[in-house]
């Protein structure tokens, strides 16, 4: 299965702008899943956002988690987002558990916890940002193949660097610890929201890699980058784990 991880040059507050720049970006039938950052679909309203990444999915051939929006008035939205296969057919809705920063501040409520998805057979997890720092989200569930994880990185850091190594360490972390891949989309470095700076934290931890230097590897210098999720692999780095009691 192969992953492909959007992180557009720039963010705006016009939602259909954004998704019309992921068109732009994506080239056609290059993936099975397509991962969009966080706030995609920024404030528009939920109709119109289910129906772009629906069209986004059908006109790619790939499932796609389609980042987020702000769905409900201002100062009581929920950060939510869903995903579509490749047919147009809803296969997730899911919510930002803990709102961070200056959404706390803006009155933006905290969802509910979702169950991830399957899709050939796999489990997916969709973890909204700031969610994946909470071990909990992944807790307590039967072991999930990917952790796919929308994001909008801004720090208050004096550049990027310092965010990236902490969400590489994270990312590493919680793929070792729960036997899966975690990928993450997140805007580009240069993008602001609301004066606040992005890290641009795109990137893929991998478990069980082949050398030691590919736990982890991002963010990319291209706007879309590929991942394959191998899972004959996994499988046996899990099987691996429970034999030597780390199960």
Not at 197 to 226: L, Y
Request: with cysteine; hydrophobic share 40%; net charge negative.
């Amino acid at each position: 299965m192969k992953i492909l991880l959007v992180q557009p040059p720039h963010w705006s507050p016009d939602g259909h702008a954004n998704f019309d720049a992921v068109e732009e970006l994506l080239p056609s039938r290059a993936g099975d899943v397509v991962l969009l950052p966080e706030l995609a679909g920024a404030s528009l309203p939920r109709a119109d956002y289910l129906a772009r990444v629906r069209a986004l999915a059908e006109g790619s051939g790939a499932a796609v988690v389609g980042g987020s929006h702000y769905d409900g008035p201002s100062g009581g939205a929920v950060n939510r987002g869903a995903v579509f296969d490749a047919g147009g057919r809803l296969l997730l809705e899911y919510d930002k558990v803990h709102p961070y920063g200056l959404e706390l501040r803006n009155g933006v409520r905290p969802g509910l916890p979702s169950a991830g998805f399957e899709l050939a057979g796999r489990r997916l997890h969709v973890l909204l940002c700031a969610d994946l720092w909470y071990s909990a989200g992944l807790a307590g569930h039967d072991a999930f193949d990917a952790v796919l994880v929308p994001a909008f990185s801004v720090t208050r850091w004096d550049g990027p660097a310092p965010a990236r190594e902490l969400w590489q360490h994270m990312s590493v972390a919680r793929a070792y610890e729960f036997m899966t891949y975690v990928a993450v989309s997140d805007w580009h470095h240069e993008t602001t929201y609301q004066g606040h700076p992005c890290a641009g934290v795109t990137g893929f931890a991998n478990p069980c890699p082949e050398t030691h230097t590919g736990f982890f590897t991002g963010p990319p210098d291209a706007p879309v980058s590929s991942f394959d999720l191998d899972f004959a692999r996994l499988d046996a780095f899990r099987h691996d784990r429970a034999a030597r009691g780390f199960g």
